[in-house]
T-cell receptor, first 112, second 114 residues
Framework: AQSVTQPDIHITVSEGASLELRCNYS??????LFWYVQSPGQGLQLLLK??????LVQGIKGFEAEFKRSQSSFNLRKPSVHWSDAAEYFC??????????FGTGTRLTVIP | DVKVTQSSRYLVKRTGEKVFLECVQDMDHENMFWYRQDPGLGLRLIYF???????EKGDIPEGYSVSREKKERFSLILESASTNQTSMYLCASRTLAGGIGEQFFGPGTRLTVL
């Protein structure tokens, strides 16, 4: 069965520091992988996605993620965090069917 | 840009009421989805629809039903609301043109059942 694990429930970083949010998935075939961001009171916005090809993908707002098949991971990174990045981040895996399976989310707090 | 709208941002209902949550997308997407979001549980799929008049149960369909009479509209129905259905409800849509694409989300409806 498919599953997604985001081991960090809450992360706090200083503005300007680098960020890495972890995501591990379980799926028998090549997955489709997504990172979404949810600002308070809002719906989810797509940051980036991986379907195939280059394992390092670039997204919006300066985010990137790297697919590592050997580690079943798709970690999200940003070299320098801005206060506006404070939000909740969700990793998701898509299968050949229509569903997305979401992780439980990581809440990011940015301190000045 | 794809736009997914939901009829209400906040809704307060009483136990036993019938509740309708409406979702409309404007990009002619084939697939539409209803999720509920609860702290510590992430998003869980309630129902999805491949196309008009087609629906499939998701992971937590109990206590819910759906309707898709037109391609752009997907309704979630709580036949008899209960307090454990207090949650954030998110609608999403997706096109399959070009392969598996991302889902586009609405802003959510925060439902409180008293």
């Amino acid at each position: 069965a498919q599953s997604v694990t985001q081991p960090d429930i809450h992360i706090t970083v200083s503005e300007g520091a680098s960020l890495e949010l972890r995501c591990n998935y379980s799926y028998g075939a090549t997955p489709y992988l997504f990172w979404y961001v949810q600002s308070p009171g809002q719906g989810l916005q797509l940051l980036l996605k991986y379907f195939s090809g280059d394992t390092l993908v670039q997204g919006i707002k300066g985010f990137e993620a790297e697919f590592k098949r050997s580690q079943s991971s798709f970690n999200l990174r940003k070299p320098s965090v801005h206060w506006s990045d404070a939000a909740e981040y969700f990793c998701a895996v898509g299968t050949g069917a229509n569903n997305l399976f979401f992780g439980t989310g990581t809440r990011l707090t940015v301190i000045p | 840009d794809v736009k997914v709208t939901q009829s209400s941002r906040y809704l307060v209902k009483r136990t036993g009421e019938k509740v309708f949550l409406e979702c409309v997308q404007d990009m002619d997407h084939e697939n539409m989805f209803w999720y509920r979001q609860d702290p510590g549980l992430g998003l869980r799929l309630i129902y999805f629809s491949y196309d008009v008049k087609m629906k499939e149960k998701g992971d937590i369909p109990e206590g819910y039903s759906v309707s898709r009479e037109k391609k752009e509209r997907f309704s979630l129905i709580l036949e008899s609301a209960s307090t454990n259905q207090t949650s954030m409800y998110l609608c999403a849509s997706r096109t399959l043109a070009g392969g598996i694409g991302e889902q586009f989300f609405g802003p959510g409806t925060r439902l409180t059942v008293l």
